[in-house]
């Protein structure tokens, strides 16, 4: 028999009706520009937001470790078009989100190591400008918007059981990078990003046309990432995220950004007013790492442990990209390192090696 089961994303963040009056300014409303309900703020009424395992935090690409048990994810129904559903925007006073609405319950989600984790709703985070906006900063550079793709892991039931679990929510994070050519135009993104101009106030939603959950992460990127422990990024802040956030950023032009910065929040109560909070900056500023390790699934210069590893080990999924990112050590100290002896004789006959020497022309 088919149930009428409705997919529905939301309630990351929870609200509360209450408010606090007179002498008391903290409310257990939250923004994220106020003088009294901004991020530093977020802890007197969301305790958890004060833990030690917070996200977003500032990934320094060359203190990731490289781990082997980082073996690719395995989407489920990410490519499938589900044309009989309804696809929604929604402003929920806080962010956009996309929803699905579906006739039936298949399952759209992940698998990763051994577990499998279901698809709970994806939401955007954005700056003022395109120098700022993602919550993961890559050595310490921010980008103009973050995805956050959130799934729980099924054995836990639904959403909110996963949060009392430190392994019960997974987040599969995707960076976007703009430019002004208009080669850069996202065109799967095209239809979600006109769409935001017409839920510019917290509350609305409109239907947009179904698209596959692929369009939001960059193409074969499933084995390329960095992993971390951490936690939600609006309150509660639960600490129980899994992080995967892409190595490889998506393209998108600045113009298709723009209607982000018109949207407006919902209406918060502070002490003695009541005001709409533009949603121009919906980042939280990155967190303290405290000590914990953040993997990557890519063996890549300039992890930490690139030049200490056997990379002759046949099996391995040994992949070079290029480095996305700025790092601090120029290419004249990189060939130094390489062209040390002892590092010459631990990878000499190793073919990718020899590639990656050619590559970056060290002789
Ligand atoms: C957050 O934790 C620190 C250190 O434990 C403490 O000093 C501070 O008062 C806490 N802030 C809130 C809002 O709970
Ligand atoms: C790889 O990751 C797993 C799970 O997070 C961890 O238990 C293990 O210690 C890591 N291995 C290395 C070599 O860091
Ligand atoms: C969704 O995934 C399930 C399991 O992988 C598969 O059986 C089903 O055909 C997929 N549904 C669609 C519409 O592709
Ligand atoms: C990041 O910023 C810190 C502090 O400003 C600095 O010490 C460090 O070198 C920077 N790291 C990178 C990768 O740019
Ligand atoms: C989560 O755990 C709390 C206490 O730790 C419990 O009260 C609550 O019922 C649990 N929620 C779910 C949905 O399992
Ligand atoms: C794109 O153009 C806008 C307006 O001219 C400018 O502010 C922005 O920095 C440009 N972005 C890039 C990536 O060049
Ligand atoms: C959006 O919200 C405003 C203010 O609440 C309301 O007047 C308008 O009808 C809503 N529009 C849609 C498309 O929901
Ligand atoms: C993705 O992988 C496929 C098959 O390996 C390849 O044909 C395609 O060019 C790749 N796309 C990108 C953007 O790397
Ligand atoms: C804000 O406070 C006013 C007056 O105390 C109240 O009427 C209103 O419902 C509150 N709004 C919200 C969103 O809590
Ligand atoms: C919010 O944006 C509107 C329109 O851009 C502007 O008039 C208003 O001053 C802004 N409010 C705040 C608090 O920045
Ligand atoms: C690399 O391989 C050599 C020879 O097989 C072995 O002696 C050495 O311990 C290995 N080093 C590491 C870091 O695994
Ligand atoms: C590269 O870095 C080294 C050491 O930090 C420095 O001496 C050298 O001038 C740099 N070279 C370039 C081209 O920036």
Do not use: M
């Given at each position: 028999m088919m149930m009428r089961g409705v997919i529905f994303f939301a309630t990351i963040c929870h609200f509360f009706s209450t408010t606090f009056g007179?002498?008391?300014?903290?409310?257990?409303d939250w923004a994220?520009?106020?003088?009294?309900?901004g991020p530093q703020f977020?802890?007197?009424?969301?305790?958890?937001?004060?833990?030690?395992?917070?996200?977003?935090i500032n990934i320094i690409m060359k203190e990731t470790i490289y781990n082997e048990t980082l073996t690719p994810l395995v989407p489920l129904?990410?490519?499938?078009?589900?044309?009989?559903a309804n696809y929604y925007l929604a402003n929920n006073g806080h962010t956009v989100k996309l929803g699905i609405e579906l006739d039936t319950r298949v399952p759209i989600g992940l698998l990763w190591r051994g577990n499998e984790y279901h698809y709970h709703g994806l939401h955007f985070h954005w700056g003022e400008n395109d120098q700022h906006g993602s919550e993961h900063y890559f050595n310490n550079q921010s980008y103009a918007l973050e995805v956050h793709i959130v799934h729980y892991l099924k054995d836990y039931g639904d959403f909110n059981s996963a949060?009392?679990?430190?392994?019960g929510i997974l987040v599969w994070s995707s960076v976007f990078q703009t430019s002004?050519?208009?080669?850069?135009?996202?065109t799967p993104l095209q239809d979600v990003f006109k769409s935001i101009d017409k839920i510019i106030n917290a509350e609305n939603k409109t239907y947009i046309n179904p698209l596959p959950l692929s369009s939001f992460v960059s193409e074969?990127?499933?084995?390329s990432y960095y992993h971390y422990e951490g936690s939600?990024?609006?309150?509660?802040?639960?600490?129980?995220v899994m992080w995967i956030v892409n190595h490889k950023m998506i393209s998108i032009s600045s113009n298709q950004l723009l209607?982000?910065?018109?949207l407006k929040g919902r209406l918060h109560n502070s002490s003695n007013s009541v005001w709409f909070e533009n949603l121009t900056n919906t980042d939280r500023p990155t967190q303290p790492i405290n000590g914990r390790k953040v993997y990557t699934s890519v063996l890549n210069y300039?992890?930490?442990?690139f030049f200490n590893k056997?990379?002759?080990?046949?099996?391995?999924s040994i992949s070079y990209l290029p480095p996305i990112l700025e790092t601090t050590q120029n290419t004249t100290t990189l060939c130094k390192t390489i062209k040390s002896s002892a590092f010459l004789t631990r990878t000499a006959s190793n073919l990718f090696l020899s590639c990656f020497i050619l590559a970056i022309d060290c002789f």
């Open positions: 007179g002498i008391n300014s903290h409310t257990e994220y520009s106020s003088d009294t309900e977020w802890a007197y009424a969301h305790p958890l937001c004060n833990g030690t395992k917070q996200s977003p129904n990410y490519s499938t078009v589900f044309n009989d949060l009392n679990y430190s392994d002004n050519s208009s080669e850069t135009s996202n074969n990127s499933t084995g939600l990024t609006s309150p509660e802040c639960t600490e129980s209607s982000f910065r018109l300039p992890t930490s442990n056997n990379l002759t080990s046949g099996n391995n």
